[in-house]
């Protein structure tokens, strides 16, 4: 045959041949070896990003990202501020290139806060009194970009001055990886906490039981620890000075297993705000400004929590057909869902004269990752169209600084911009820099809805006090 006329690959295979290239039947033992060298190979990739002492180390920032991205200051004038304030810290290095640790750089932003320019934001606006904000990231589709969004938001936040809480619901653990996590079992994940959810639960049913003079449901030891635990128990420090974290490991799995038995034995336990119960009760949401949440990729037990505790989803998906299609049949699901609990719930609410309840969110977004602009506008233009104002306006570009970022399980904001050219530094920067604007929009947006309700609240209570003193 002419070079013209040779067949595909896929002609001509010799069945007997084929034979002899396989290896004996596989069984389960196999599995067990290719999971411990993936393990080790993991470790191995994991830790290209750690210090030589197994630990993550957050890099320091040179003069020229301050002023330019952390701190709104001219440089001459920063270096002058330090030349006159001894006390401040001045970074280390040689002449004008000063590098600064992060607790370096919020320190100088509370001295520029107190000190510097007015109507310019050296801290980020918090409104005193009300609860961090829950971001969920979640789609049931994987590899669309939920845990890169998630830690680059979280870092993104942390320069932006807030303190953040990260809580990996993730199984994989990728988040975790990122982080520089340590999570021997499930009992340092977010399983105790949903355990402590329905162990206070059953103990409220068997007190009812006890009045009624029936016998108590089952309380195992799993219940007994988890009643031990707070969520501050499970949340550890990561190399980001404030960036805290609840990681995941395989064993978290277990509790898709475990949720819907506990919820059998109990048909009453809400067990959709059992995590939220648990940032409430403890109040984690006191603590920081932030709480982003890492599903995995399921509409399963953890997500349902996940979703139920945020106050703002955002669904990230790349710009093809087929995310387009799944993250449409997400929303759907998530109708589904959440429709499902609400009518139940309040089916029972009405029998028992309570006021209904319902699910709410601040906001949802649709946000488009891995972007090409030079092959996915059209489709990305037809999503815009149909999500309409479910979708942010900024779409994620795809940049090298991204990938060679991924390799060393950091985000690029923890890669050292001399390691690129200036400009492809910047680009890479502006993709995750222009995504935070806009979830920082909504989270401000949010916030100050929150203290408009707070003080119209008030003044309505002032109000009915003044016409009942009236009155009397």
């Given at each position: 045959m002419s070079g013209k006329d040779t067949l595909p690959p896929y002609f001509n295979i010799d069945p007997a041949k084929a034979a002899k290239r396989l290896s004996e039947p596989i069984?389960?033992?196999r599995f067990a070896k290719a999971a411990a060298f993936a393990a080790r190979g993991r470790e191995d990739l994991a830790k290209r990003g750690y210090a030589p002492d197994g630990r993550k180390r957050l890099r320091r920032f040179s003069t020229w990202?301050?002023?330019?991205?952390?701190?709104?200051?001219?440089?001459?004038?920063?270096?002058?501020?330090?030349?006159?304030?001894?006390?401040?810290?001045?970074?280390?290095?040689?002449?004008?290139?000063?590098?600064?640790?992060?607790?370096?750089?919020?320190?100088?932003?509370?001295?520029?806060?107190?000190?510097?320019?007015?109507?310019?934001?050296?801290?980020?606006?918090?409104?005193?009194?009300?609860?961090?904000?829950?971001?969920?990231?979640?789609?049931?589709?994987?590899?669309?970009?939920?845990?890169?969004?998630?830690?680059?938001?979280?870092?993104?936040?942390?320069?932006?001055?807030y303190k953040v809480l990260v809580v990996d619901l993730d199984s994989q653990g990728s988040m975790t990886s990122i982080m520089g996590g340590r999570v021997p079992d499930e009992w340092s994940t977010a399983f105790p906490l949903l355990a402590?959810?329905?162990a206070l639960a059953l103990q409220d049913e068997n007190r009812v039981r006890a009045a009624a003079g029936q016998s108590p449901l089952p309380f195992d030891e799993t219940l007994t620890e988890a009643l031990k635990l707070s969520a501050r128990d499970v949340i550890q420090p990561t190399h980001?000075?404030?960036?805290?974290?609840?990681?995941?490991?395989?064993?978290?799995?277990w509790a898709e297993f475990q949720v819907p038995v506990w919820r059998m034995g109990l048909r009453g336990w809400p067990l959709w705000d059992a995590l939220g119960n648990a940032l409430h009760n403890d109040r984690i949401v006191n603590d920081y400004d932030i709480i982003i949440l890492d599903t995995p990729p399921a509409l399963g037990y953890l997500t349902i929590n996940a979703l139920a505790a945020a106050d703002?989803?955002?669904?990230?998906?790349?710009?093809?057909?087929?995310?387009?299609?799944?993250?449409?049949?997400?929303?759907?699901?998530?109708?589904?869902?959440?429709?499902?609990?609400?009518?139940?719930?309040?089916?029972?609410?009405?029998?028992?004269g309570l006021p209904e309840m319902r699910f709410e969110w601040d906001a949802v977004r649709a946000l488009i990752t891995r972007f090409d602009a030079g092959q996915q506008t059209d489709l990305a233009n037809v999503i815009q169209a149909y999500f309409g104002d479910f979708m942010t306006t900024y779409r994620q570009e795809?940049?090298?600084?991204?990938?060679?970022?991924?390799?060393?399980?950091?985000g690029i904001y923890e890669a050292d911009y001399r390691e690129f050219n200036r400009d492809t530094y910047?680009?890479?920067?502006?993709?995750?820099?222009?995504?935070?604007?806009?979830?920082?929009e909504l989270i401000l947006g949010a916030w100050w809805r929150d203290l408009q309700l707070e003080k119209a609240e008030l003044n309505g209570k002032e109000d009915e006090a003044d016409g009942q003193a009236q009155a009397s």
């Open positions: 069984d389960t033992a990202e301050v002023c330019q991205y952390l701190i709104p200051v001219a440089p001459a004038h920063f270096r002058r501020v330090l030349r006159k304030s001894p006390d401040l810290p001045q970074g280390t290095g040689e002449g004008n290139s000063k590098w600064f640790t992060l607790e370096e750089v919020l320190r100088l932003r509370d001295h520029f806060a107190a000190e510097g320019a007015a109507g310019r934001e050296y801290r980020p606006w918090r409104p005193e009194g009300l609860p961090a904000k829950t971001i969920a990231v979640a789609n049931f589709k994987g590899g669309v970009g939920k845990t890169s969004t998630a830690a680059h938001l979280a870092m993104s936040a942390a320069l932006d001055g402590k959810d329905y980001w000075p404030n960036i805290d974290l609840l990681g995941a490991q395989l064993n978290l799995y703002i989803l955002l669904v990230p998906l790349g710009a093809s057909f087929l995310e387009f299609d799944s993250t449409g049949r997400f929303f759907d699901m998530l109708y589904s869902t959440f429709a499902s609990v609400e009518d139940g719930e309040n089916a029972a609410r009405r029998r028992d795809t940049t090298a600084m991204v990938g060679q970022a991924g390799e060393q399980v950091n910047v680009r890479g920067r502006e993709t995750f820099d222009r995504t935070w604007a806009e979830v920082k």
